[in-house]
């Protein structure tokens, strides 16, 4: 883990609960339809536009760079 992540911060700790319920979801329906995995990435990816000031494709591209950055 990270020496920089700061635990304690409640952003932290909503991105975990975040992926944790995101997980347990496929987890309990055996995977996710195609279909309602690209809505979701379509909804945060455009959402994320507004922040990022930057078009859906180029959040998919930023995401994609960082996806291929994790190593297991």
């Known amino acids: 883990m990270d020496k920089d992540i700061d635990l304690n911060d409640p952003f932290t700790a909503g991105q975990m609960v975040g992926m944790l319920v995101i997980l347990t979801f496929i987890e309990n329906n055996e995977g996710i339809p195609e279909s309602v995995l690209r809505q979701i990435k379509d909804i945060a990816a455009t959402n ?25």
């Open 48 to 72: 994320a536009q507004t922040y990022f000031d930057k078009p859906t494709e180029d959040i998919f591209l930023m995401i994609d760079d960082l996806v291929n950055e994790i190593t297991l």
